[in-house]
């Protein structure tokens, strides 16, 4: 069993993925500074695994703080999800993107070389893809960042590289997910946006909440069967398994691994919309609208890495992911606030 120091563990990936490491028997510290999610998150992680973790408060930037939880903890590794993550806003507020995503993760490199803890999971996506030239995407595909929010991922990646190469004996999996969705199966934890979402599955969850009136489909005219865009929904009980099993391989091999972490099928907004309303019984009203400006119009993965290096596959299926997150939207309509 081993310790993990756990950041942005009250997240949304976050807490998913601090259950399936407590119910592995790993012991957990969470640190996050709840800019954008809540300590309640934490408590009912706690209650589903029904084992104590350790919550602290604060910033990977606070290198006071990194400096004496890594004092005080013995580290196996870290799992590294702390960061901000809507790609409209990086666009408006490039410097604290850059300041959080890139500079937190700088802090928490120089606490874990300070400690001697040299195994990292790291939290990356397949926004550094861009827009792909061919499916299903593989992890050789050329590196395009459109965004800050998406070069913030793909600068992380680049410096944990170069740190590999400069230091062997450091052990780091970036995972690059595809699109998580879902909830836990308690409804007890799940995806809390805190102004509208810009997502499209919290997005249905409001709309079948009766929280938001319809969905807007952007664009029925991309060059898919449909003609709405096609994405790679995985469940994130089976992302936050991923987590686990990464560890699990930064323990048994050194070196950067770059990991794509989706189902390699592509689904469309219209297939979402139907497969929510056949596991809900809800319906959802939607029209279409113009494109989303950014926008691409088909990505899934090819995960077939991720079987091969981590012996994992996503096991659940979109209709599962819809049930569980419309089971987290009924029993928490407003998340994690009263
Ligand atoms: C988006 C981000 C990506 C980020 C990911 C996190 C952009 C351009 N990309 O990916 O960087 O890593 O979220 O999960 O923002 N859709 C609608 N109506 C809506 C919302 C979405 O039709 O109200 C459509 C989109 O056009 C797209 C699909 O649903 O075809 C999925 O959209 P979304 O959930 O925002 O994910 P991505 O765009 O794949």
């Given at each position: 069993m081993a310790t993990l120091l756990v950041t942005g563990g009250a997240g949304y990936i976050g807490s998913h993925t601090a259950v399936a490491l407590l119910q592995a028997g790993h012991e957990v510290v969470s640190l996050d500074n709840y800019a954008n999610s809540s300590p309640r998150a934490l408590e009912r992680v706690q209650r589903i695994a029904a084992r104590p973790l350790t919550a602290v408060e604060g910033d990977v930037r606070d290198a006071a703080l990194l400096a004496r939880l890594f004092s005080q903890h013995a580290f196996d590794g870290v799992v590294h999800f702390a960061a901000l993550k809507a790609v409209g806003e990086s666009v408006a507020r490039p410097l604290a993107y850059y300041e959080n995503n890139v500079g937190g993760t700088l802090s928490l490199l120089h606490a874990m070389q300070a400690a001697g803890v040299r195994r990292l999971v790291f939290s990356s996506?397949?926004?550094?893809?861009?827009?792909?030239?061919?499916?299903?995407?593989?992890?050789q595909a050329p590196i395009r960042v459109t965004n800050p929010y998406g070069a913030t991922k793909a600068m992380v990646e680049q410096v944990l590289r170069d740190l590999c190469a400069a230091e062997p004996e450091w052990s780091v999996v970036s995972l690059r997910y595809f699109n998580p969705i879902g909830a836990h199966p308690s409804g007890e934890i799940g995806e809390d946006p805190h102004d509208i979402p810009n997502n499209l599955f919290p997005f249905i969850c409001q709309v079948a909440a009766g929280r938001r009136e319809r969905l807007s489909v952007w664009g029925n005219d991309w060059p898919t069967a449909d003609g709405t865009g096609v994405r790679d929904y995985l469940h994130v009980v089976d992302l936050a398994a991923g987590h686990l099993r990464a560890f699990e391989y930064a323990r048994r091999h050194t070196g950067f691994e770059a990991i794509n972490l989706g189902t390699g099928r592509g689904v469309s907004v219209l297939q979402l919309v139907h497969a929510f309303e056949a596991a809900t019984g809800q319906r959802i009203p939607y029209r279409f609208a113009a494109r989303r400006p950014g926008d691409i119009a088909a990505c899934w993965a090819d995960p077939s890495a991720a079987e091969r290096l981590l012996g994992w596959r996503a096991q659940l299926s979109i209709e599962q992911a819809c049930a569980d997150g419309w089971r987290w939207q009924r029993q928490n309509p407003n998340g994690y606030r009263d």
């Amino acid at each position: 069993m081993a310790t993990l120091l756990v950041t942005g563990g009250a997240g949304y990936i976050g807490s998913h993925t601090a259950v399936a490491l407590l119910q592995a028997g790993h012991e957990v510290v969470s640190l996050d500074n709840y800019a954008n999610s809540s300590p309640r998150a934490l408590e009912r992680v706690q209650r589903i695994a029904a084992r104590p973790l350790t919550a602290v408060e604060g910033d990977v930037r606070d290198a006071a703080l990194l400096a004496r939880l890594f004092s005080q903890h013995a580290f196996d590794g870290v799992v590294h999800f702390a960061a901000l993550k809507a790609v409209g806003e990086s666009v408006a507020r490039p410097l604290a993107y850059y300041e959080n995503n890139v500079g937190g993760t700088l802090s928490l490199l120089h606490a874990m070389q300070a400690a001697g803890v040299r195994r990292l999971v790291f939290s990356s996506s397949a926004t550094v893809y861009g827009a792909p030239d061919a499916l299903p995407i593989t992890e050789q595909a050329p590196i395009r960042v459109t965004n800050p929010y998406g070069a913030t991922k793909a600068m992380v990646e680049q410096v944990l590289r170069d740190l590999c190469a400069a230091e062997p004996e450091w052990s780091v999996v970036s995972l690059r997910y595809f699109n998580p969705i879902g909830a836990h199966p308690s409804g007890e934890i799940g995806e809390d946006p805190h102004d509208i979402p810009n997502n499209l599955f919290p997005f249905i969850c409001q709309v079948a909440a009766g929280r938001r009136e319809r969905l807007s489909v952007w664009g029925n005219d991309w060059p898919t069967a449909d003609g709405t865009g096609v994405r790679d929904y995985l469940h994130v009980v089976d992302l936050a398994a991923g987590h686990l099993r990464a560890f699990e391989y930064a323990r048994r091999h050194t070196g950067f691994e770059a990991i794509n972490l989706g189902t390699g099928r592509g689904v469309s907004v219209l297939q979402l919309v139907h497969a929510f309303e056949a596991a809900t019984g809800q319906r959802i009203p939607y029209r279409f609208a113009a494109r989303r400006p950014g926008d691409i119009a088909a990505c899934w993965a090819d995960p077939s890495a991720a079987e091969r290096l981590l012996g994992w596959r996503a096991q659940l299926s979109i209709e599962q992911a819809c049930a569980d997150g419309w089971r987290w939207q009924r029993q928490n309509p407003n998340g994690y606030r009263d």
